[in-house]
T-cell receptor, first 114, second 113 residues
Framework: DAGVTQSPTHLIKTRGQQVTLRCSPKSGHDTVSWYQQALGQGPQFIFQYYEEEERQRGNFPDRFSGHQFPNYSSELNVNALLLGDSALYLC?????????????FGQGTRLTVV | AQSVTQLGSHVSVSEGALVLLRCNYSSSVPPYLFWYVQYPNQGLQLLLKYTTGATLVKGINGFEAEFKKSETSFHLTKPSAHMSDAAEYFCAVIGGGGNKLTFGTGTQLKVEL
C-alpha cells in the first residue's frame, strides 16, 4: 500500500502564476482533503472532495480550486499566486461519512512563491 | 465552531523524563480529538485519537492521552522521552458538522541528553 502520494514534492513559482498540485489517496479511501501549512503554523483546512464534488470549504479565496477524478485522485489549483501562498500543502485521504476514520496524510508539496 | 489551543509552542525535556504536551478544545458538540506528529519535512502521522468510549487512549510509540470533558482537555503524555520523539506535535479536533480537522498551532518538542 503506497499510502497517500503527492506531487511534486517541491516547486517554485513567480507571483501571478498558476500552480497545480496532485494527490493520490490511500487505497480504499474515497475522500480527499487539502490543507495549507504556513511556516510555524498548524495546517489550515482548504476544502474536501468526495464523489467528485467539493463538500466542505475553509476560509480560502476563490483563487483556490480543486478537482476530484473518478479514481478518487485530486488536484489543487491556485491562481494568481501571492507571496503569502508560500506554504506546505498537505493532502489527506479518508472514508467519507465515517468520522472515526483516520485521515492519512501525504508528505506534502512545498510551494515557494517568489 | 470547534477549535483547539495548544499551550506552549516549545517544550524541552531531558531524555528519560516525562513528556506532557497540553491541548484544550472548544466544541459545541462531543468532539473527536486527535494528536498528530510531524517530523521535519514530513507529512503528519496519527499518534492517537479519541472518538467515544474509554477516555484514556493509547497510541503509537508509547504515547497516551486522556479526554477530560470537565476540563475540556486532551493532554498528550509519555512516561519516558526518547531522542527520537523530537518533532512537532499537533492537536486536532473534529466537531460540529463535517469531518474536517481543525488543528492547533503545534508544540515543538526538544529532547536533550
Amino acid at each position: 500500500d503506497a499510502g497517500v502520494t503527492q506531487s511534486p514534492t517541491h516547486l517554485i513559482k513567480t507571483r501571478g502564476q498558476q500552480v497545480t498540485l496532485r494527490c493520490s489517496p490511500k487505497s480504499g479511501h474515497d475522500t480527499v482533503s487539502w490543507y495549507q501549512q504556513a511556516l510555524g503554523q498548524g495546517p489550515q483546512f482548504i476544502f474536501q472532495y468526495y464523489e467528485e464534488e467539493e463538500r466542505q470549504r475553509g476560509n480560502f479565496p476563490d483563487r483556490f480550486s480543486g478537482h476530484q477524478f473518478p479514481n478518487y485522485s485530486s488536484e489543487l489549483n491556485v491562481n494568481a499566486l501571492l507571496l503569502g501562498d508560500s506554504a506546505l500543502y498537505l493532502c489527506a485521504s479518508s472514508l467519507q461519512g465515517n468520522m472515526n476514520t483516520e485521515a492519512f496524510f501525504g508528505q506534502g508539496t512545498r510551494l515557494t512563491v517568489v | 465552531a470547534q477549535s483547539v489551543t495548544q499551550l506552549g509552542s516549545h517544550v524541552s525535556v531531558s531524555e528519560g523524563a516525562l513528556v506532557l504536551l497540553r491541548c484544550n478544545y472548544s466544541s459545541s458538540v462531543p468532539p473527536y480529538l486527535f494528536w498528530y506528529v510531524q517530523y521535519p519535512n514530513q507529512g503528519l502521522q496519527l499518534l492517537l485519537k479519541y472518538t467515544t468510549g474509554a477516555t484514556l487512549v493509547k497510541g503509537i510509540n508509547g504515547f497516551e492521552a486522556e479526554f477530560k470533558k470537565s476540563e475540556t482537555s486532551f493532554h498528550l503524555t509519555k512516561p519516558s522521552a526518547h531522542m527520537s520523539d523530537a518533532a512537532e506535535y499537533f492537536c486536532a479536533v473534529i466537531g460540529g458538522g463535517g469531518n474536517k480537522l481543525t488543528f492547533g498551532t503545534g508544540t515543538q518538542l526538544k529532547v536533550e541528553l
